[in-house]
């Protein structure tokens, strides 16, 4: 069984460009979590989704950013118009729905803006 | 709301000398308390979990924690390091019991000297 899955590793985008982060959760995994560390920090709870469903975005930042779940396919985080405080590493993780577990982390995406 | 507190953000010590982590949380509800450990350039990989019961857990690699809930403390701590243990390591609460919406503190950098 494979981990929980993040592409790209690494991700340098200039300011103002787009920024797209995949998680992949483990197989049999139906909630995943995104969460930002910045620089000597811990990391933050940005957004917590099921399926096609968005159920906490408290930690996500009002503008620019977006996640989904799809029925099909990774989970994406999405970032628009990418500024240098956006450079942070972005940890994608895991947990099943039945039983209940905790999650399960990725190897994150270190973005980087130029 | 819940907090998790690390106050030390470094570690030093040497090789097969006993170590303990401190970690202190608050919050209004019963919690469910976490350690995790990243290794430079990895993802978090979970070291052990209290949710119930014995208040001392012991999890992998020779780690225990002891759930002390009147000093509402969740202190890491082994017997004898190695230099492999050289890492950062977070604790986290959650007031769910899957481990959902997990709050971390800022970390420790636990570094081992030969």
Redesign the interface.
């Known amino acids: 069984n494979a981990g929980v899955m993040q592409n790209p590793r690494h991700l340098v985008r200039r300011r103002g460009q787009e920024a797209r982060l995949r998680c992949s959760p483990m197989k049999g995994h139906s909630h995943v979590y995104w969460y930002r560390q910045l620089p000597e920090e811990g990391l933050k709870f940005m957004v917590y989704l099921q399926k096609e469903n968005i159920i906490d975005e408290s930690g996500m930042p009002k503008e620019r950013f977006s996640a989904e779940f799809p029925k099909e396919g990774p989970s994406i985080l999405r970032i628009q118009q990418v500024v240098r405080g956006d450079s942070a590493a972005y940890f994608c993780a895991s947990s099943p729905d039945q039983p209940p577990d905790t999650q399960y982390f990725g190897p994150g995406t270190r973005l980087t803006v130029l | 709301a819940q907090s998790v507190t ?1 106050l030390d953000s470094q570690v030093p010590v040497f090789e097969e000398a006993p170590v303990e982590l401190r970690c202190n949380y608050s919050s209004s509800v019963s919690v469910y308390l ?1 350690w ?1 450990v990243q290794y430079p350039n ?5 070291l052990l ?1 209290y949710l119930s019961g014995s208040t001392l857990v012991k999890g992998i690699n020779g780690f225990e924690a002891e759930f002390n809930k009147s000093q509402t403390s969740f202190h890491l701590r082994k017997p004898s390091v190695h230099i492999s243990d050289t890492a950062e390591y ?1 604790c986290a609460v959650s007031e769910d ?11 420790t950098r636990l570094m081992v000297k030969p």
């Open positions: 690390q976490f995790y990895q993802g978090l990989q979970l979990k977070f019991y899957a481990g959902n919406m997990l709050t971390f503190g800022g970390g």
